[in-house]
Each structure stands twice: as structure tokens, then as C-alpha cells.
């Protein structure tokens, strides 16, 4: 069955009545389509999601060396008492 490749548009030759693509090369490039697709469409939330991520992430790191820094002071004091 000669079928029309839905990517290229070349005449190829289908293995099954469901062929749509004459090589895996066009099967793949319509499944990158496809995502580039997806990911365009929600490009805007996509980057607030992504900004709000690091910013919580930035402010755990932040909480973490604060918490970090106040035990070594802590252990620094208790360590050399004022004479």
C-alpha cells in the first residue's frame, strides 16, 4: 500500500493500513514537533513555575548556611570562654 509520509511528503511504501511516516527520521521529528509544541504553549507558566522553584530553593539554601553559621559561632563561643 503506497502512502503519502505526513512529515516529508514522500511516496513510501506502508508495512500496515495505520503507516503514517516513511522512516523512523519523520516518526521521530513529529514526536519532537509535538513536545516543542506542548512546551511552547505553556512557555509563560512553565517559567513562573521554574522562577518560583529557584527562589524557594535559594531560600532554603539561605535558611540552611544561616542555621549552619549560627552553630559554628555558637560552638566558637562555648569552645574559648573570655578569660
Known amino acids: 500500500m503506497t502512502k503519502t509520509c505526513a512529515i516529508c511528503g514522500r511516496e513510501f511504501e506502508a508495512r500496515t ?3 503514517k511516516f516513511c522512516s523512523d527520521a519523520c516518526r ?3 514526536d519532537s ?3 516543542r509544541t506542548k512546551y511552547a504553549a505553556n512557555i509563560a507558566e512553565n517559567r513562573a513555575r521554574n522562577r ?3 527562589a524557594a ?3 532554603g539554601f ?3 548556611e544561616r542555621e ?3 552553630q559554628r559561632r555558637d560552638a566558637m563561643k562555648n ?3 573570655a578569660p
Open 17 to 19: 493500513s495505520r503507516g
Open 28 to 30: 521521530k521529528k513529529k
Open 33 to 35: 514537533n509535538r513536545n
Open 52 to 54: 518560583a522553584r529557584r
Open 57 to 59: 530553593d535559594l531560600e
Open 62 to 64: 539561605r535558611q540552611y
Open 68 to 70: 549552619k553559621y549560627h
Open 79 to 81: 569552645r574559648n570562654p
